[in-house]
């Protein structure tokens, strides 16, 4: 860039004017610079001296031609006609050559373009099935139009025979430009470097004093900056929420990440025995270790309905330990959050009132990842409570709420809970993958769970919890949860990932 800089401000120079920049010969080149190409490079350095005021251009358009891949074929080897009159004998120097060799010597092309144009150029006659060269030596006009264009851009003979050409394709028209170019109010030959940040250094030594600084180009276009976008479970989650809120329910507070083994284990039912709470299923806390005492009246009916039984049950009929029950750790499910505000609900001042609640929220488990699993994931859980609730209205409205998804192909299958009986797990089939996927899990909450938060006799609970990422799976097609969430992500996916309307 900077030698063809000089030549530019030499030329200048020399000359005061530089007419046509066409004219230039580049550094390393032997000819003007008369292809696009060169004229390119030219720009380049013209705008790089402009920024510095030390020139001034004006653009002028022209129109100029180029080959297509069979014009600079023709430029190379020869017109079609020319290459069929080639292989041609001349009368009396040997058979004439049929079409079926002519086609084995030329091509199928060549051949049938070929001799049709040669015998318009009367180069070739016909005799019995063959041909035979009709002249002793042609002039292969259209090579030397295609070696004229490659080289100048044009023809001499004009726009007629331009226009042939374009009509066989062996050329195409193109728009190019060349400058006009003058000296500016800081011309100089001398390719001084702009300073282009004024530097500690510079202030420190005074040297700012005598430096020349770039100009800054307030009319440059700026880098247009990446807008926001959202991640696909972010735009599931939205429309979860918005057909919850549609349905008629109220959004329950989850931001308590940690919880007691009370409140997610001992309040549900879950026997401190249960292999849930082991250290391979749950992530414990260690400091600190223990919670707060909770309610001391609720606490007493919940150990006693685990250990001695009560409402209709037996009871697991195992110790209690209250260390147990204290220890911290990471929720499992939502469900922790579920039960403390289900336990406001029957107590609440004035009775039991009907309610309809949802949450989506993080939730921790310890197990083994792949492409269906994660440690960390959402869940998206929702509670029913109304007086004689039966399984056949949670089937119902499993199908809704999936329905309004988008998710029609739904499977339900008995499954075991400690804290639901009935229990469902659900299923739903993905695409991708090519099978049924768990989605979600549902039943009816037990006696021994609602009863001692003090709920009446005749009051049921439906309750069910999904995960937010499986469903995003299914809907955004995607068959590996860690290229959903995690280093795996692919931010253009994010931006590129289509909004959600189940």
Partial sequence: MEAVQEVILKTLDSEGTIKDTRNLVLPGEQSPAISQDAQLIILGALNSLTSREMITYTTQEIHTHILTSEGAQIALEGSHEARVWTVLPSKGEGSPVTIKELKQKVGDETAKVGQGNAFKNGWIAKEGDGFLKKVSS???????????????????????????????????????????????????????????????????????????????????????????????????????????????????????????????????????????????????????????DPPKEYYESVSKVHEHGGYGSLGYRAPWDANESRKLLLRTHTTASSSRLLRDIATQPGGFKPAKLFSIDRVFRNEATDATHLAEFHQVEGVVADRNLTLADLIGFMRTFFNKMGIHDLRFKPAYNPYTEPSMEIFAFHPMLKKWVEIGNSGMFRPEMLEPMGFPKDVRVHGWGLSLERPTMIRYGINNIRTLVGHRVSIEGVEKSAAVRF
Avoid at 157 to 174: F, M, P, T, W, Y
């Fill in 138 to 292: 042609i002039t292969d006009s259209t090579q030397l139009d295609m070696r004229e264009v490659d080289s100048t851009g044009s023809l001499k003979s004009g726009e007629k025979a331009l226009a042939a050409l374009r009509k066989r394709k062996l050329i195409v028209q193109k728009k190019g430009k060349w400058f006009t170019v003058h000296k500016g109010p800081s011309f100089s030959t001398s390719l001084a470097k702009l300073e282009t940040d004024l530097t500690a250094d510079m202030l420190v030594s005074g040297s700012w004093k005598n430096a020349t600084f770039k100009k800054y180009n307030f009319e440059a276009m700026g880098v247009p900056p990446n807008g926001g976008a959202l991640h696909p479970l972010l735009k599931v989650r939205e429309e979860f929420r918005n057909i919850f809120l549609e349905m008629g329910f109220a959004e329950m507070p989850s931001a308590s990440y940690v919880e007691s083994s009370f409140w997610c284990f001992d309040t549900l039912f879950v026997p401190q025995q249960h292999p849930a709470r082991d250290l391979q299923d749950t992530f414990y806390l260690s400091d600190p270790a223990i919670s707060l």
